[in-house]
């Protein structure tokens, strides 16, 4: 035990499946709490799936924060597995660890707001103890990060080491009033140029287009089937292959649909999708985890379009509901959103071996930049003459 702000609280690692699923309830219950969890991922539903559908011994590595009583008042939840740590350079991907990593799903703890900060001070009193422990990846932290801070704070602590060689950052839509408060903010040029964006698609792809809002249990087999159908034919499919129709998918889309916790929308020409807004709602907090569209259709603006769609949906039912777009810094985020912050790849390191070889990507970073700046500067010179 350990006295943390007048409160007795020990942690415990939970590292079986079987028990994971014990506690399936109580994890979800404090996942489910406004601000508890930083995307759904955190959900122990959303864990289960991903040892459900992962092959390669990937194993849980759930810390779990406990008060005196027994009560959990926080967790972490990370997989553990053996992997090979790549860094993009270009269009290639330099290896540069191989070994166990520790990989956690979301940005932070799970807690209550008021305890996340003597919980994550319980993880990583916890996880600084586990020797055999020496690489930790924050996949999208939100920058600067506590948990990862304080992982290097006392004995055994870790070296933070970021891994994205460009900055990132996340943009999301602050809670709002109403719908037409979110679109007051919008000078009436931008607003009517977005509408007109979405008539004109609607226009082009003819009568047949209409929008498809899925989100009940009974609809996710033909949803998936449909997902299949149009991201086979986006950009998507080509950098990252996704089965939307493996059976645990469809069986964790079904819970979470039952939770009222999943959302997809698809902007449909007759039975055609030909575009789509995949998301999921959790605590307060709406997550859009992929978009994409046809790319026979790329040209009618259909991908903006239907965000903006389904962006309207989700504000007029909830206002007070944050919207977070999630990684990286594409158009329409720029667009639609209200507030960025800085993310990003982040690892968290120890012993010599495993730092020094995370000690290349610093240079690594240098280089990178340097080359945005001499490319840059060779822009500019040729825009001058």
Excluded at 213 to 237: F, G, K
Excluded at 239 to 266: S, V, Y
Excluded at 289 to 301: A, K, M, R
Excluded at 313 to 337: A, C, E, M, S, W
Aim: hydrophobic share 45%; net charge positive; proline share 4%.
């Amino acid at each position: 035990m350990t006295q943390v702000s007048g409160v007795a609280l020990h942690g415990t690692v939970l590292v079986d499946a079987a028990a994971l699923r014990e506690l399936r309830d109580e994890l979800a219950s404090l996942a489910e709490l406004p601000g508890a969890a930083s995307s759904i991922v955190q959900h122990p539903d959303w864990v289960l799936f991903e040892l459900d559908s992962r092959r390669g011994g990937t194993v849980p590595h759930v810390v779990i924060v406990r008060d005196e009583a027994g009560a959990i008042m926080g967790y972490a939840p990370f997989l553990a597995a053996t992997t090979t740590t790549r860094i993009a350079v270009g269009k290639r991907a330099l290896p540069i660890y191989h070994g166990r990593t520790l990989r956690l799903l979301g940005a932070q703890a799970v807690a209550a707001p008021a305890w996340r900060d003597d919980v994550e001070r319980i993880i990583a009193l916890v996880i600084r103890s586990e020797a055999a422990v020496r690489v930790i990846h924050f996949q999208e932290a939100a920058l600067p990060n506590t948990l990862a801070e304080r992982l290097g704070q006392g004995r055994g602590g870790f070296t933070r080491c970021r891994a994205n060689l460009l900055d990132q950052v996340n943009w999301v839509i602050e809670p709002q009033e109403s719908l037409d408060a979110y679109l007051a903010r919008f000078s009436s040029k931008s607003r009517n140029t977005l509408s007109r964006r979405v008539r004109n698609a609607y226009k082009k792809l003819g009568a047949e287009a209409h929008l498809r809002i899925v989100e009940t249990p009974d609809d996710v087999d033909e949803y998936c089937a449909l997902m299949n159908e149009v991201y086979a034919r986006s950009w998507h499919a080509d950098a990252l292959a996704i089965d939307w129709q493996l059976p645990a998918r469809r069986n964790l889309f079904r819970q979470l649909a039952a939770n009222q916790q999943f959302i997809g929308h698809l902007l449909m020409l007759g039975t055609r999708p030909v575009a789509y807004v995949h998301g999921y709602r959790l605590g307060g907090r709406y997550l859009l985890d992929d978009t994409g569209y046809d790319e026979e259709f790329g040209e009618l603006g259909v991908g903006l379009a239907l965000v903006f769609q389904a962006v309207q949906d989700l504000i007029g039912r909830n206002p007070t509901q944050l919207v977070d777009f999630g990684y990286g810094d594409n158009q329409y985020k720029r667009i639609l959103g209200t507030r960025q912050s800085p993310c990003g790849s982040l690892y968290a390191v120890r012993d010599l071996r495993a730092r020094a070889c995370f000690s290349m990507i610093t240079p690594l970073r240098w280089m990178y930049d340097a080359a945005r700046w001499m490319r840059r500067k060779r822009g500019s010179t040729t825009a001058g003459s």
